[in-house]
């Protein structure tokens, strides 16, 4: 009923930017958090960055000062402005919707994940 479909990924040299989409679909009526999780191969999934509807974010340390969360709450879209890429930011990225409130069904919250969409930083 509800999808996520990350977009903007792709293969950058170090010190570029990148930026990517997410945008979430279906018959939602709310989404309070959007969140951006990267996995490289071989370590855990992390949180890279948070914006909620009202505007606050927050960011994993190795990111702040180069990586900007930003939301269109009226399009369901989140983006992440990536700059100053490092060879370690390379990994698959995720959006999360962890609060869904779809149309109907006011008193459930869905948790969705979207596909992921690779990264890859290197010269």
């Known amino acids: 009923q509800v999808q996520l479909v990350e977009s903007g990924g792709g293969l950058v040299q170090p010190g570029g930017s990148l930026r990517l989409t997410c945008v979430a679909s279906?018959?939602?009526?709310?989404?309070?958090?959007m969140v951006w999780y990267r996995q490289a191969p071989g370590k855990q999934r992390e949180l890279v960055a948070a914006?909620?509807?009202?505007?606050?974010?927050n960011y994993a340390d190795s990111v702040k000062g180069r990586f900007t969360i930003s939301r269109d709450n009226a399009k369901n879209t989140v983006y992440l402005q990536m700059n100053s890429l490092k060879p370690e930011d390379t990994a698959i990225y995720y959006c999360?919707?962890?609060?869904?409130?779809?149309?109907?069904?006011?008193?459930?919250?869905?948790?969705?994940w979207g596909q992921g969409t690779q990264v890859t930083v290197s010269s």
């Open positions: 914006a909620t509807s009202g505007g606050a974010t």
């Open positions: 999360n919707a962890p609060d869904v409130v779809l149309v109907g069904t006011p008193n459930r919250y869905y948790n969705v």
């Open positions: 279906g018959s939602i009526f709310s989404i309070n958090a």
